[in-house]
């Protein structure tokens, strides 16, 4: 992000009002320029003759969106937002905060310091620090509570969540919701107040201190009972709040720091602040940034099952008009069944009204009429992950496309080079990989083959992006083999597990230890969930690598018809209707069967060598995609490992992982581990990845 401009902020007059006004794209985020600005700014106007009234207003698209991130990791600068809050309050003419986008965290905290509140129609307010596994740390727990009571207090603060101006205004957090100019309105409302209205004095849901403590310690129940007893930013939030009510302003505010430095200070909040800042890098593609995207209007989708749905209602519900062809009547009856039930759950859950829903599926064409897509601009092909089945449509689509149009394919493992010179136009032709559930899923991996122009990439990153996708740029070099990052990594992951489970680990001790390192589901329940059958068809269309251990067990149980949770028994056995399943013991039996075949004798993992020995694998899978120039940073692998493959986003991802550990340990680890496998553990990728960061790190420095 661009550094803040010399002087950020701008003091300005109406009348006998002052208007203190913020500039500092794109969010202006309250860095100490902002801070230092806005406190020169307010002391000025307060020493000007004939001030009846302060505005503090921004320009662009937001009212600050917080407190600079990027500070976080800084020795702490004066004023810090604590400071500036206090000074707005303590001011003695009324001060007013003319909002407007999204005032989050620490910019709700200093609007809520003003003394009154004016929004924007649109604006939308909240507290996400939760989201960086932090907790407000300006007043916003000492404050809100005061201006909506701590329930409200307490539900906005724990989920991040936003309201919109006029929820806001009906919860007492917003006094008067601009119906024309919000600047003009905000400076009326500033005449019209005579008196500073300090919200720490304010004491009004404050009075009745047992329901206070009621709706608190109720609160902290729950989030004992839901996220644990050693959940850190959310019990200190409420501990915060709680503050609120025993404490003065003063010392509520000390405890508020206090809470906020040691969640700060934790590496659950460095994850997630690694995740927010490696999601927008991830979206930046350098090398085809000058290319102008092509305007994409109406989206055609081939391929109405899971898959094609998903992608037709994620583009539907960001404006697009979507055509979507299936083949025959029953494929298009499935579709719009499958789509149609999306959008009755959507409204029967209150995330649309009806009218929304019907206006949406207005811009839906589902057709059998492949020739329907030659007016579409974009043409994502989602069919069977079948080569042959692909090519000879991608070639149909082709003949059939106009000649602007921009060809992508959803595959996830096949050869994007084939597809692409199979559209005899492969210079507009590139992946985009979605993932299941498309309409929910935020990952996309944008594939990026050696003909692809700068335009077709970006044209498929702007169309990600509209989705509210995050999208992840995917180099991949002709020959390079299957799969993109995710798919690399997440078969670094499956075999270093089947390694185990062949050399004595059993698939719940697996899964089991990866549940205790964050994963919501291990790798067996996972193999279960999507079907046995599926991974096996791969394995038997690919030649077998001869440099890399074949575990054969999985093949085995596909054998015996044990596919996962589609025929009831898998590495589970699952009762009727059931996801959750009970290990399945014939398993066990089959697996002693094949290592005696095998003359493996079974040995020992402890859930510590299973995690290990799994990071390392998919660390050193990463490493490799940094080599080939498959994926362009570290940190994209995180991003594509956090949305695609629930590796624990407070981790931040494995190469973060990775990064938490030195280099010296983690070859250390992988030469003890590389005479098993080498494929999977041979420390050469992690270590000319760790020199080629140090090299970058160094360049850096010395440039
Ligand atoms: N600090 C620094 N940079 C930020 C930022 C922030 N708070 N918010 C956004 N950016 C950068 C972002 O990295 C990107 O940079 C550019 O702005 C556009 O962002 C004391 C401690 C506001 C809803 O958590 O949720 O206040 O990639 O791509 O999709 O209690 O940004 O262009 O170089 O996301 O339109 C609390 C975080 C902070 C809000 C806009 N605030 N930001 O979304 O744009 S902690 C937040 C967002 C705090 C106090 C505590 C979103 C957005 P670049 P973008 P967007």
Known sequence: MKQAPKHPVRLERQG????????????????????????????????????????????????????DIREFDMAP????????????ENSPKPVVAAVHGTALGGGLELAMAAH?????????????????????????????????????????????????????????????VADTDLREEAVAYARSVTEPRQTGANREHLR????????????????????GANALAPLKIVNCVEAALLLPLEAGLDVERAACEECMDSRESAGLRHAFFAERAASKFPEAADAKPAQVDRVAIVGGGLMGSGIAIAALQSGFAVTLVEQG???????????????????????????QGAAALTHLQLTNKLDTLSEADLIIEAVAEDLELKTQLLAEISALAKPEAVIATNTSYLDLDILAQATGRPTDTIGLHFFAPAEVNKLVEIGVHDAASPQAVMTGLGFAKHLGKVPVRARVHAGFGSGYIGNAILEAYRHAADIMLEDGATPSQIDGAMRSFGFRMGPYQVADMSGLDIAYARRQSKPRDPDARYVEIADKMVEQGWLGQKSGRGYYIYAEGQRQGVPNGDVLKLIAEHRAQKGITPRKFSDRDIRDRILLAMVNAGARLLGEGVAARPSDIDVVMVHGFGYPRSRGGPMMDADATTPAIIASRLSVLAPEEPKL?????VLSMLAHERQKFEDLNTS
């Not at 500092?24 to 009234?53: C, S």
């Not at 009745?208 to 996220?227: I, T």
């Open 16 to 67: 006998n009002v002052a208007l203190i006004v913020i500039e500092n794209p794109p969010v202006n985020a309250l860095g100490v320029a902002v801070r230092r600005g806005i406190a020169a700014a307010l002391n000025a106007a307060l020493a000007q003759e004939g001030t009846h009234a302060i505005v503090i207003a921004a320009n662009g698209r937001t009212f600050p969106a917080g407190a």
């Open 77 to 88: 600068q004066e004023p810090s937002l604590t400071q500036l809050c206090s000074l707005v």
């Open 116 to 176: 009154y509140r004016v929004a924007a129609k649109g604006a939308r307010m909240g507290l996400p620090e939760i989201k960086l596994g932090i907790l407000p740390g300006a007043g916003g727990t000492q404050r809100l509570p005061r201006l909506v009571g701590p329930e409200l207090a307490l539900d906005m603060i724990l989920t991040g969540n936003q309201v919109s101006a006029g929820i806001a205004a009906e919860m007492g957090l917003v006094d008067h």
């Open 208 to 227: 009745d201190g047992a329901a206070y403590m009621a709706s608190v310690n109720a609160r902290r129940a729950q989030v004992k009972m839901e996220l």
């Open 329 to 355: 009547e029953s494929g298009v009856n499935a579709a719009l069944e499958r789509i149609g039930a999306y959008y009755e759950r959507s409204v029967a859950k209150g995330r649309l009204s009806e009218a």
């Open 681 to 685: 553990w041979s420390a050469a990728p």
